[in-house]
């Protein structure tokens, strides 16, 4: 029997243990030196000036949505084509949510589209508090003009990098996702799937001086002990004293988890290089058959590769596709269900046909695997399968 083909899997080493060992006998188990380590090596990663680590990459949203002011009454736009804590993040906050519709070549928002659709806010006197751009698989195509669309018309820019750790902009290859002059903040996920892991985790960068104290204090119940801040300490209050000024979350990463992301920080050029190896690999062998492939990149950091069924070049259905894989122990995927056909989405008022670009993507699209311990010949198994069932079906 064939081994199993996961469509991504976590990359571990013994550097990676030793370094969680180190600190399971350590004095700090959480809110220790570790967590500080990660964030700065982060932060001087991206090249953003400060950044705050998490509990994953869901709080990473919510406390970005909640330092920068959103609430009941306000209003957040996102992708529909991502995972549902992209827009769950401004139901939290009791706010609305509304989506942007997709360029079927990138999954991402389409810059059209949301010209468009702020344009005609603005006539009705309603443009959005927040948008959060997806950069899906790793992507930024069209990023900088959706950013220059939310400079121009007053709206706070947020970047889900839950896919992008490790790519760059596709207009400015020099700057790494996370340091986008236009960005109000930028949030990444470390979940074991993605480019770098912490188990479960996340972080969130920022230029805001103001936002990143805010941010901090969030993610710990609301609680300071920063003498600038207090309102009421004594004279006789010891190292004890702490006060709390804002309602606040345990969003914490622990030691322990920090202590792996910063071995696995040692790792990621290489883990980026091994992504795109096998995004260009798969371009070259999977050009000849009936399928639309990603655009070429060698700045997306490849969290997935997302292949379209094209309709007028073959019979077979994307289920059926989906089945044989799986039936070969090649576990492909499906990204993503779009979120306003979700039933809570649907009776907050979202129709399908709502977001037309991204019910199309949906019902043609697979996720290949790829991650940076994929063989070659787990790769060729991946093609070989594709070619019988597609040509030979």
């Known amino acids: 029997m064939h081994s199993r083909i996961p469509y991504s899997r976590q990359t571990i080493d013994d550097a ?35 950044a705050i680590a998490v509990s994953n990459g869901t709080a990473a949203l919510h406390l970005v949505c909640q330092g ?38 990138t999954g991402s928002i389409d810059p059209d589209a949301l010209e468009a659709k702020l344009a005609k806010a603005g006539a009705e006197g309603r443009k959005p508090d927040i948008l959060i751009a997806v950069h899906f698989a790793g992507h930024s195509f069209g990023f900088d003009r959706v950013a220059a669309l939310c400079a121009e018309h007053g709206v706070l820019l947020v970047e889900d990098a839950a896919h992008a750790f490790g790519a760059v902009y596709e207009d400015d290859p020099q700057c790494k996702v996370g340091n986008h002059p236009l960005s109000a903040a ?45 309102t009421h300490a004594r004279q006789d209050d010891g190292d004890w004293y702490y006060e709390q000024h804002l309602l606040g979350f345990n969003y ?17 050029d290489a883990l980026m290089e091994a992504r795109r190896s096998r995004a260009r690999r798969y371009a070259e062998l999977l050009a000849d058959l009936p399928l639309s492939l990603p655009l070429a990149t060698d700045c997306s950091s490849w969290h997935l590769y997302v292949v379209r069924l094209d ?21 492909a995927h499906v990204h993503y269900i779009p979120i306003h056909t979700q039933p809570y989405y649907r009776k907050l008022g ?17 996720s290949l695997p790829i991650y940076p311990l994929m063989s070659d010949e787990d790769q060729d198994r991946v093609v070989a399968c594709l070619n019988d069932a597609l040509l030979h079906a």
């Open 186 to 230: 930028t949030t990444f996920s470390f979940h074991p799937l993605k480019s770098i892991t912490t188990g479960e985790g996340g972080m969130i960068v920022t230029r805001s001086d103001m936002l990143a104290r805010e941010l901090g204090m969030l993610r710990s119940h609301g609680i300071t002990k920063d003498p600038a801040l207090m």
């Open 252 to 268: 914490r990463m622990c030691d322990i988890q920090a202590a792996l992301g910063v071995s696995q920080m040692q790792k990621i």
């Open 350 to 366: 979202s129709t399908s046909g709502d977001f037309p670009q991204s019910e199309h993507y949906y019902d043609y699209c697979l």
């Open 68 to 105: 920068l002011g959103l609430g009941p009454g306000g209003l957040l736009w996102t992708s529909p084509n991502s995972f549902v804590a992209s827009a769950n993040a401004g139901r939290y906050l009791g706010a609305d949510v509304d989506f942007v519709d997709i360029d079927p070549q």
């Open 16 to 50: 990676d243990i030793a370094a969680v060992a180190d600190c399971l006998r350590s004095d700090f188990l959480t809110q220790g030196p570790q967590t500080r380590a990660f964030e700065e090596a982060a932060a001087a990663y991206v090249g953003c000036e400060h």
């Open 311 to 331: 309709p007028t070049r073959t019979q077979v259905s994307r289920r059926a596709l989906f089945d044989r894989l799986r039936g070969e122990r090649i576990e």
